[in-house]
């Protein structure tokens, strides 16, 4: 019999009239099921929320870095467990888990110390004649409940990266996850009901979406922190009235290989930065511009190690490319090549589907017009784009509605600090691939790609007012 896994209501397990099953994206098989909120529970925890908001605001930071230090404990505790669990519901592979555990473990450390720099400023106030002996002492202060929603993705650690900001910056958060691996969220909350807090500080709601929507427009959660599609993050944003709100949606992802550059790493980075977790990740290479002069030698090795790569059951050590989430998703892909080889692409490499699996897949003679470059495919699937001049390569990747991350490798500075002033990115990885992330980074994209920066630091700026307190000691 599988597991039942309650809803986690303002520090407390509830069970619930609705369920759904979870199940393997790898072989289909059921792996628990889930409690769903209904609109009573999420009553009950938006005034909970509210009730704690006082107490939360108020507490000492030492005892919200103690609180955030034992979740970071537990965490630590239970890593095994917890990649076991993100490797079954999203169909990760194992070791690409236990390293989503370990940036977990940082993101909430990292929230420990953050928690002990919550200070301010002071600020001169005598500018201007007739304001002698004036100063001003700068605050943040927390804003109050927060809603939370989280993509499949990164089960646990793009849950943390909403959790974790708002303990430290003393504000309650309803968090819902992903309807498709919800289960790591719910075990996070196993950890987190041990902590300390105060009863309505977090509550985990694995819920349906339109009830999500309903939160996005409650005006009692002062922020929105959305991580997912473009379209469903604009469109809550459309409808979240006065509450601040902070996305992280989608991207395609561009890298730019210059003559330069260190060939076997751009390539050896590219296979990783292209295919791990089939994919599935907005900023996961999608777009390669590579300079003319060395297509050939970058392609040999690139196809290469494109071919090593192992596909299969994400239990299996060596895997490197899973399922993908869902038949949906591999069908959908499947689909998009299928309609760029019609419009003129090759398939140099891979390009087919056995059921959720999607084979590693090099496209060329791509186009922008196709929509395997111009929108988010979120799969495993890169296309090549050669190149003639550096100019046109930042412009060919800047030709994107999305703005995300993006990836250069060269060694010569001033074509990096060109391309750091003309890429329209919210991050430029030097000899790296876009999908380079280290979890206290300020992290998030522009124009289709998000508004709002993420890593702790970053996020509880989001989380927080300035107050400014003026004083006249004449």
Not at 214 to 234: I, N, P, Q
Request: glycine content about 10%; overall charge neutral.
């Amino acid at each position: 019999m599988i597991k039942e896994y309650q809803i986690f209501l303002a520090g407390s397990w509830k069970p619930c009239e609705k369920a759904i099953e979870i199940t393997n994206p790898y072989n289909g098989e059921a792996i628990g099921s889930v409690h769903q909120a209904d609109d009573a529970e999420i009553e009950h925890a938006i005034r909970a929320a509210q009730q704690a908001f006082p107490e939360l605001r108020r507490m000492p930071l030492y005892r919200r870095a103690e609180a955030l230090q034992k979740i970071t404990d537990g965490i630590r505790e239970r890593r095994e467990e917890l990649a076991r669990m993100i490797c079954l519901e999203a169909g990760k592979p194992i070791t690409d888990a236990r390293g989503e555990v370990g940036r977990a473990i940082l993101n909430f450390q990292t929230a420990v110390e953050e928690t002990k720099r919550l200070g301010g400023e002071v600020i001169p106030m005598d500018l201007a004649a007739g304001s002698e002996s004036r100063f001003g002492i700068i605050r943040r202060f927390p804003i109050g409940p927060i809603l939370g929603i989280s993509p499949f993705n990164f089960p646990l650690n793009l849950v943390g990266h909403k959790i974790a900001p708002a303990i430290a910056s003393g504000n309650p958060i309803i968090l819902k996850p992903a309807p498709k691996t919800p289960i790591t969220a719910l075990m996070l909350g196993e950890i987190i009901a041990s902590s300390g807090l105060p009863a309505g500080a977090v509550s985990i709601l694995p819920c349906a979406n339109d009830l999500a929507e309903k939160m996005a427009m409650d005006e009692r959660f002062k922020l929105l922190s959305f991580t997912g599609s473009a379209k469903v993050g604009w469109y809550l944003k459309s409808k979240a009235g006065k509450k601040k709100v902070l996305l992280e949606l989608g991207g395609n992802a561009g890298v730019i290989i210059h003559r330069d550059a260190d060939l076997e790493l751009a390539a050896h980075r590219c296979a990783v930065g292209g295919f791990s977790y089939a994919g599935q990740s907005c900023i996961s290479v999608q777009r390669m511009f590579v300079h003319e002069p060395v297509i050939k030698p970058f392609m040999d090795r690139f196809l290469n190690l494109v071919r090593g790569l192992k596909t299969g059951d994400p239990m299996d050590e060596g895997t490197n490319v899973g399922p993908m989430i869902n038949s949906d998703a591999a069908e959908r892909t499947e689909q998009w090549v299928e309609e760029a080889v019609r419009q003129g692409a090759k398939v140099l490499i891979g390009g087919k589907r056995r059921g959720r699996m999607f084979e590693p897949t090099v496209l060329t003679d791509v186009t922008p017009a196709m929509k395997v470059c111009s929108e988010e495919v979120f799969a495993p699937l890169v296309g090549v784009i050669p190149y003639h001049d550096f100019d046109e390569a930042l412009s060919s990747l800047n030709d994107s509605p999305y703005g995300l991350q993006a990836g250069l490798f060269t060694n010569d500075l001033k074509k990096i600090f060109h391309a750091y002033e003309e890429l329209e990115v919210g991050g430029l990885m030097v000899n790296e691939v876009s999908s380079y992330r280290i979890d206290p980074m300020p992290y998030g994209g522009v124009k289709n790609s998000g508004l709002g920066r993420e890593g702790v630091r970053y996020a509880i700026e989001e989380m927080t007012e300035l107050k400014l307190l003026g004083l006249n000691l004449q």
